[in-house]
């Protein structure tokens, strides 16, 4: 469990319910279902139109990704390889296809299955190129879904302050019931105190749209960025090792080469 991401949704909820007290408010004043379906329910259907309906659904599964933490150990990846370079070095790369089926990883495991049988280099690192493009455009489609919703959300809560002014000046004029003002029952205090209590609850799906986009998709978005970088480097990490693996390079270089991938902190850390 990614505790980070819990933790920062709950504080920013807190944060601003917190706020809201503060300054003398309640907190159902900012609860409004109408808001909450225009908001919600626009940004959903201009998602659906934006992409293809199986990546849209796919989100849900997206969103695990963000509150499960995922290490990625560096170190241990680099001494997989160098072990595996030590002995294809002495006994052949192909010495290395009885170890296949007790690597957990998958990149790697495929990766070695590869090296072993293909003989260009250029060629092998051209495959493993390709299937980290494909692993990337994945990562991707997820991180833009969100992305773009973090743009819809502010707009259609724009939209439903103006459906609720629209509404509301309608109301106060009168044109709403078809029949003209009284001057005698006209109540000039009344009108306005109904006219600014409709202007509060219209601005209140600007509100809805602000706080998801800024709280939740932006977010969302930018979290699962980071995890797909970290993800990737350490698949690059494992590509260039494959590949001097396939060379025969010495163990002592690749391990070398290798930690230059690793974040010179992590590093000072192993030391």
Same mark, same amino acid.
């Given at each position: ?22 300054? $003398?408010?309640?907190?159902?004043? =900012?609860?409004?279902? &109408?808001? /909450?379906?225009?908001?919600? $329910? ?6 659906? %139109? &934006? ?5 849209? *659904? &796919? ?7 963000? =509150?499960? @933490? ?10 997989? +390889? ?12 192909? !010495? ?9 990883? !998958? ?34 489609? $997820? ?13 259609? $809560?724009?939209?439903?302050? +103006? /459906? ?7 109301? *106060? ?12 029952? =006209?109540? %000039?205090?009344? #009108? *306005? ?13 600007? *509100? ?7 709280? %939740? ?5 930018? #979290?699962?960025?980071? #995890? ?7 698949? &690059?990490?494992?590509?260039?090792? +494959? ?26 850390? @192993?030391?």
């Amino acid at each position: 469990m990614d505790f980070g991401t819990a933790i920062g949704l709950i504080a920013g909820m807190a944060i601003i319910a917190v706020g809201v007290v503060r300054n $003398g408010g309640d907190l159902y004043w =900012f609860y409004n279902l &109408n808001s /909450i379906l225009i908001v919600f $329910g626009g940004t959903f259907a201009a998602t659906l %139109v &934006n992409y293809p309906l199986k990546h849209v *659904f &796919n989100i849900f599964r997206v969103v695990k990704n963000v =509150f499960t @933490e995922e290490e990625y150990d560096y170190q241990n990846m680099i001494n997989q +390889i160098v072990e595996k370079a030590e002995k294809a070095r002495k006994s052949g790369v192909i !010495s290395l296809e009885a170890d296949l089926p007790n690597i957990e990883d !998958s990149f790697l495991r495929n990766g070695l299955e590869l090296a072993i049988n293909e003989r260009d280099p250029g060629l092998l690192r051209t495959y493993l190129r390709l299937e980290l493009n494909n692993i990337e455009r994945r990562h991707g489609m $997820g991180q833009e879904i969100f992305f773009y919703m973090g743009a819809y959300a502010p707009a259609f $809560g724009m939209l439903g302050t +103006i /459906i609720g002014l629209i509404i509301m000046m309608n109301n *106060f004029s009168g044109a709403g019931d078809g029949q003209e003002i009284d001057a005698m029952s =006209f109540n %000039v205090a009344q #009108k *306005f105190a109904e006219l600014l209590g409709g202007m509060g609850l219209a601005l209140i799906t600007t *509100f809805y749209g602000v706080l998801l986009a800024n709280l %939740v998709f932006l977010p969302i978005g930018g #979290k699962l960025k980071r #995890k797909s970088e970290n993800e990737m480097m350490l698949k &690059n990490i494992v590509l260039e090792g +494959i590949i001097s693996i396939h060379r025969k390079d010495h163990p002592i270089l690749i391990k070398e080469k290798l930690m230059t991938f690793v974040p010179r902190t992590e590093r000072q850390l @192993e030391d």
